[in-house]
């Protein structure tokens, strides 16, 4: 079974940093792209940004309000993905969940049960 | 602003059929994918690939596309539908979400 579990939310003040982690299992890890997606309070789906495989060279991507301020990371070891968060603001409250595209092929399927990170002061 | 447009919401009796749309520029080269996300719960595939269904997906669930819309049908819609519905569409460098849809079975 595909299982994703985050963890590191938190409250953070803004300007302050955060790193979530997500622990996966069930899967060949090292073969698949990672993402990161939040949800703020009553808000839809952003997609953050994501890690290719290794095999695809393991290119991050971001979302233009992450671009600079997030970084995604692997440590394909322990079967675990990072999303370092630094000059967070208010407006990056939200739950972030961490999903899987297992086959490059642009689909999240699962996503973890998600943690909730609030900026405020 | 979304590059991917849902109407906010769509309203459907029990056993009628509901249908959600999502346009954008996206999807004139890119599948659609969909999501379910009910309160307080983690989104659920279930379209991908604009047609396809994952297995645990009820047969009710169906995808088509057209141009540069995708389209979301539930047919036979029950209850436990009432959920909110996201596409998503993607490239080489980015992924995009839809606004989503507020699905009301009254």
């Known amino acids: 079974e595909v299982r994703l579990v985050e963890s590191g939310g938190g409250l953070v003040k803004p300007g302050g940093s955060l790193r979530l982690s997500c622990a996966a299992s069930g899967f060949a890890f090292n073969n698949a792209w990672m993402n990161w997606v939040r949800q703020a309070p009553g808000k839809g789906l952003e997609w953050v940004g994501r890690?290719?495989?290794?095999?695809?060279?393991?290119?991050?991507d971001y979302a233009a309000p992450v671009k600079g301020r997030f970084a995604i990371s692997k440590e394909s070891s322990k079967n675990m993905l990072y999303l370092q968060m630094n000059s967070l603001t208010t407006e990056d409250t939200a739950v972030y969940y961490c999903t899987t595209d297992l086959n490059a092929a642009g689909w999240f399927d699962p996503w973890g049960q998600g943690t909730l990170v609030t900026v405020s002061s | 602003s979304y590059d991917l447009a849902q109407p906010p919401s769509v309203s459907v009796s029990p056993g009628q059929t509901a249908r959600i749309t999502c346009s954008g520029e996206k999807l004139v080269s890119k599948y659609a994918c969909w999501y379910q996300q009910k309160p307080g719960q983690s989104p659920v595939l279930v379209i991908y690939q604009a047609t396809k269904r994952p297995s645990g997906i009820p047969g009710r669930f169906s995808g088509s596309t057209s141009g540069n819309t995708a389209t979301l049908t539930i047919s036979g819609t029950q209850d436990v539908d009432e959920a909110d519905y996201y596409c998503q569409a993607w490239d080489t460098t980015s992924v995009v979400f839809g606004g989503g849809t507020k699905l009301t079975v009254l």
């Open positions: 890690i290719k495989s290794r095999a695809d060279g393991g290119r991050t």
